[in-house]
């Protein structure tokens, strides 16, 4: 079963650091161009970053550029969400989510085929 499991979620202070990770089952992640996508209370689901099939091309949310990177371990399978100097504004539950594509053209949900459970990142002063 194709499957995407985040982890890495949890209670930080403003200004400190989080690594949450996404383990795919049943297909390769290089193969697809990856995402990671943040849901606040109330609000919709928004795209954060986004990694091509290749490794080598990035796109970032203008809210976290600088603070958060994107990349992957293809021999553990697996993507990495590096968010550092967290604000409060960063608050929300986290989805990674894999594409057809492989590339980063959007972060338009219909887009994307995959996508894992969540996990919550708490961010308080």
């Known amino acids: 079963q194709l499957q995407l499991v985040e982890s890495g979620g949890g209670l930080v202070h403003t200004g400190g650091s989080l690594r949450l990770s996404c383990v795919a089952s049943?297909?390769?992640?290089?193969?697809?161009?990856i995402g990671w996508f943040r849901q606040a209370p109330g609000k919709d689901r928004d795209g954060v970053a986004c990694?091509?099939?290749?490794?080598?091309?990035?796109l970032y949310a203008d809210s976290v550029k600088g603070r958060f990177t994107v990349s992957r371990d293809d021999a553990t399978n697996t993507a990495f969400l590096e968010m550092d100097n967290l604000k409060r504004e960063d608050t929300a539950i986290y989805y990674c989510?894999?594409?057809?594509?492989?590339?980063?053209?959007?972060?338009?949900?219909?887009?994307?085929?995959?996508w894992g459970q969540g996990t919550q990142v708490t961010v308080s002063s």
């Open positions: 990694l091509n099939f290749a490794g080598n091309s990035t």
């Open positions: 989510a894999a594409t057809m594509y492989y590339y980063c053209s959007g972060f338009e949900a219909d887009e994307w085929d995959y």
């Open positions: 049943e297909f390769r992640l290089e193969w697809h161009a």
